[in-house]
């Protein structure tokens, strides 16, 4: 009765939470691990337990191991361009005299909208705009096509994304930056160090934990994409641009509603996320510095 | 602080950048903008240039194919119902478990924290078989309610880190006065969480807002379409109108450029610290 007592009050404040929250994902979740070892396509209601089979099918799936390998390049291009990005914003930003937050407010706008809406607007640009401007311009490779193009596809995904995302990662940069206590600078200029000197030295590792912030995000949220490849390419041309999350939404709500089979795959994203942010959380925590 | 960082930087290459960068960021809305007044034809001939007249026929005709006023209703309607669950639940929750120092309480937090580590497609299809079942799918309260159960663990995260900030003797004072707990948390503790609320608003406003997937799973029917799902609906009957589809597109963004511009620093502030956390 002393649990009962000790925890009247808190399982009163956390129930409606935990009650959504089991519903809607708890379950949902463990689910999805049940299914995955079940043969169940979603418009048959009666299915098979079958063991880890759906699991060795996944490593004779050429189009999930292509997507695997797909969405790692792409995560990876992401991770180094993204975080170099905002972090040259973050800098430009507040080298700035006058404007800042003028600056800052124009290089968050991307990430506010619907990276959906986005996507259909860079279709726009990169079907119409392209073309007319390579025309114009006389540079042949903005006429052909960026979408239905299977090398093109990858760099214009890219290039959404990028717009879309570095705003995002600037911000943080920008509060790491703004964290750096100018009493420290002015010290080591005194002692005789010249630029280099100061940015290795002293700003990298006050801002490795920024570092460690921004690549873990870009590094989670690539690797999940899904709006943006699927207003730009939808996968597409073929199966070219096909990021894991759009294999498995095809798989799973396409037209053969294979719930078992996809469970699986997702399941296995889920691992590969956990395994790999891990790794870097761990490799990066370690060259954090307090200021 | 920022002028020492000055002498690290080249004037006139910065000057480039910024203005490339500008120009890259703004250059996709922009032409958005301008072609969506034009005809077709006219976008065909030459994309570059303002409008001969604004014909604002793209924009009256998508507001009406698209039922603009209702998928608009629709969205704030969800949003609203997300965002208060979402608040008022979280913040009970990880209120008491930031104070309730037992067992269960550790192992409680731990569940609730956990999934923020699964990725949406990993639970998505046994979503859709939990709101079939229970009949959630379809309507956008639905929606709202599951909305609810998938932003409850950060903030509760968030929350049960503010919280540790709240001083006890506040909590004892009002205890002594009579107050039992849930009048506490209602009057002393919830308005003292307001600055983790906003942040929690905005991250959470913002995510519901523009989501595209989960409402594209669970909503079949037209009229409860939120505002990013309507935009779909363009692109599968006219594949290169883009006269009317800019002008979608353009009035699907209407509303978060209003906000963005009034609440911009508020915005900024609160994604800032939400992601530093």
Known sequence: ?291 | MNKILIKYFLSPIKILLVVFAIGFTLLPIYLALINSFKSNGEIFTNVLSLPSKLNFENYIDAFVRTRYIESLTNTVVLVLISLTGIVLFSSMAGYKLSRTKTKLSKILFTVFVISMLIPFHSMMIGLVKVSNTLNVSGSIYGLGIIYIGLGVPMAIFLYHGFSKNIPKEIEDAARIDGCSEWQLFRKVIFPLQLPITATIIVINGLWIWNDFLLPMLMLTRRENYTIVLSTKMLFGEYTSDWSKILALLILALLPVILVYIFLQKFIVKGISDGAIK
Not at chain 1, 116 to 131: D, L, S
């Open chain 1, 1 to 291: 009765m002393k649990f009962y007592n000790n925890n009247k009050i808190l399982i009163l404040f956390v129930l409606p939470a935990f009650i959504l929250y089991s519903t809607f994902v708890l379950y949902p979740a463990i689910g999805g691990f049940w299914y995955s070892l079940t043969d169940w396509n979603g418009l048959n209601p009666a299915y098979e337990y079958v063991g880890f089979s759906n699991y060795s099918r996944l490593l004779e799936d050429k189009a999930f191991i292509n997507s695997l390998i797909f969405t790692t390049k792409y995560t990876m291009y992401m991770v180094i361009l993204q975080n170099f990005i905002a972090f040259c914003l973050a800098l430009l930003v507040e080298s700035v005299n006058k404007g800042k937050i003028v600056l800052r407010t124009i290089f968050f706008f991307p990430n506010m909208i619907s990276m959906v809406i986005g996507g259909f607007i860079w279709v726009f640009i990169f079907t119409q705009f392209f073309p007319y401007i390579g025309e114009f311009l006389g540079i042949q490779v903005l006429t052909e096509s960026w979408i239905s193009d299977t090398s093109r596809s990858f760099t214009s995904i890219l290039m959404v994304s990028l717009w879309g995302g570095v705003g995002y990662l600037m911000i943080i940069y920008i509060a790491a930056l703004q964290s750096i206590p100018k009493e420290l600078i002015e010290a080591a200029q005194l002692d005789g160090a010249n630029k280099g000197q100061v940015i290795l030295h002293i700003i990298r590792p006050l801002i490795m934990n920024a570092f460690t912030i921004g690549i873990f995000i870009s590094l989670s949220s690539s690797f999940k994409v899904f709006d943006q490849v699927y207003a730009v390419t939808g996968g597409g041309p073929g199966r070219a641009t096909q990021v894991i999350s759009m294999n498995i939404f095809a798989e799973a709500f396409g037209f053969q509603y294979k719930y078992g089979y996809a469970s699986a795959k997702a399941v296995v994203l889920f691992v590969v996320i956990l395994i790999i942010t891990s790794i870097q959380l761990y490799i990066m925590k370690d060259k954090e510095v307090e200021a």
